[in-house]
């Protein structure tokens, strides 16, 4: 079966592909409840940072040739350049899936810029998913609320400086659960 690729250049290209509305040109949080819109059997360039709690296992994603290790209730993080294949048995339109998006213009020039390297787990060579508590799953909801809701108010002069400020409050949760969850695995092998 021939696999088409598509190429996230920007948050509106993401919104378009799933039908969701997109509110500001350069950070979406989605809820793929909403999408009217399914895609499968593509491979996805990203042009973007991406999160996605995932709350389901209802397809399969690919990292070069090696399946993505991820289980219900699991984030997975993609950065720009980086290629995930999609395949589903049974195709979804709405799926349980909310996550966040944003272009690296964003953070051009602010703290969260400056330290996105230090994000680990959206480095290509990391192929497991972050498994959270229902706790911390709470977290990452609340932050991408906060996000959200400032991606709906008018843009203004403090709008990039309060976005980029709660994405990296986000990321710093989930700095902090890959090490809980390593340290844990470490502990049990």
Not at 14 to 25: E, S
Not at 150 to 163: N, Q, W
Not at 171 to 185: E, V
Request: hydrophobic share 40%.
């Amino acid at each position: 079966m021939k696999r088409n690729r598509i190429t996230l250049s920007s948050v509106d290209d993401y919104n378009k592909l799933f039908g969701l509305p997109t509110h500001h040109p350069l950070v979406t949080v989605v809820d793929l409840k909403q999408a009217t819109k399914a895609v499968n059997h593509v491979d996805i360039a990203y042009g973007l940072y991406a999160l996605f709690l995932k709350n389901g296992t209802n397809c399969t994603l690919r990292y070069g040739r090696r399946e993505y290790d991820y289980q219900e209730g699991t984030v997975v993080s993609f950065a720009p350049g980086q290629v995930v294949g999609v395949d589903m048995d049974v195709v979804v339109t709405a799926p349980d899936v909310i996550g966040l998006l944003f272009h690296p213009d964003l953070i051009f020039d602010t703290p969260l810029g400056a330290n996105i390297g230090k994000y680990t787990f959206f480095d290509y060579t990391q192929m497991e998913a972050l498994h959270l508590s229902q706790e911390e799953r709470e977290l990452f909801i609340d932050c991408l609320s906060k996000i959200k809701k400032e991606t709906e108010h008018p843009v203004d002069r403090h709008s990039a400086g309060l976005i980029s400020s709660n994405i990296q409050l986000l990321l710093d949760y989930l700095f902090r659960f890959y090490d809980r969850q390593f340290i844990t695995r470490h502990k049990v092998n």
